[in-house]
C-alpha cells in the first residue's frame, strides 16, 4: 500500500511548484525540426528564425545538468533575448497571423498559430521565481557525483522513475491546460490542470507587477490564467488504476505570462517574477497521446468531499508509526473504497 501512496504523495509535491527542474526527472527535450549536431559556439544570429534555430539546437543537445553549465545558460538567455526584441512589436493576442482561424487566413505560409499543444523544454525558474531547468536561483550545496549517480541510475533508475511529458495546450478562445506525467514505480501518473485565461490591459495592474517583482511585462500580451482544480490520473489510457479530483487545497494559484515571442518552432514566455520559459511545438507535443488530458476531464465527474478524503487519508499513512499487516491492509481497503465512490463515470 505504502508503494502506492508514496509515489501520490510525491506527484502532488511536483506539481504543486510547477517544477519540472529535478534532475531525476528531467530528460533531454524531444525536439523535432532541427539539426542534431551540437553547436560548439554561439554563432551570429541576423534573424529571428536563425536565433530560433540555434536555440532549439542548444536545448535538443543538453540535458538538465548541461543546462545549469554557466557558459550553455549564458547562450540560451542571450538567444531568448535576441528573439525578444525580434517578438517586441508582434501582438500575439490581437493579430490575425496569430489568433485568427488558420483555414481563413490568405496567407497560410506566414500563419503562426496560438492555439496549439507545447512542450515545456526550458526555464529559468519557477512560476514562483524559485526553481528551474537551469538551476535554483539560490545557491545550494553541491552532491557530491558519486551519490548522484546513486541516487539518479541505482535507487531512481530511469526505466522506473522520470518526467513522461510536461506540456501547456493553448486553447482558443481563453483556455490553458498544464498537463504534468511522470512514471513512478514504472507506473504513469498525470496531472491535468484546465483554467481560463484573462488579459491584462490596465498598465496600472502591469504597474503594480513591476512595483512588487521588478518585472516588465508588456500590455498586449500578458494574461492571468485562473486554474481550476487539478485531476489526478493514475495508470493507462486504457486500464487507468485511479481518477480523482485533488480538490481545492492542490488547486494552482493564479499565473501571469506574458509570450515575448512565437514561430512555428516555439514560443517563449515570461512570468510574473521574471522567469523565462521556452515551449516547443512538434515532439511530444505532436503525438497522439498528447490528447490524453481530454479522456480525463471527459471520462468521470468528481466528488470534491470524498476526494480529499481519500488524499488525508494516504498522507496520513504516512506518519503512522505503528503498523502492522492488519492495519496496512485495512488502510488499502478503505482508501479503494473512497477511490470507487470517487469515480464516477458518465
Known sequence: MNMIILPLCYLLLLFSHFSYSSAFFHPKSSIVGVSSSPSSSLQTTTTAIEASDELLKILRNSNNQEKK???????????IQTLEEFGHKDRYLDDEKFVGNNDNNNNKEEHVSLWDSYE???FDRSIDGNRGSAGDTKKKK???????????RVLFPPFLFGLRHSFQHVIHPDRMVNDVGVKIF???LSIVATGNFTRIKEQKELDLIYNETGTVLRSDTTVRIDFDNPVLWVGWKYFPLLLLSLGSRAKSPPVTLCTTYMDTNLRLALARRGGHLIFTRGGKASDAFVNNWKII???AKYNKFLGSILMMSMVGVLY????????NAATGMFGAFFAGKCLITK
Open 297 to 299: 476531464q471527459a471520462r
Open 120 to 122: 515545456l523544454a526550458y
Open 320 to 327: 503512522l508509526k505503528r503498523k502492522t499487516i492488519a492495519t
Open 69 to 79: 553549465q554557466k557558459a550553455t545558460k549564458e547562450k540560451i538567455n542571450k538567444l
Open 142 to 152: 553541491k552532491i557530491n557525483p558519486f551519490v548522484a549517480f546513486i541516487l539518479r
Open 186 to 188: 514504472g507506473i504513469p
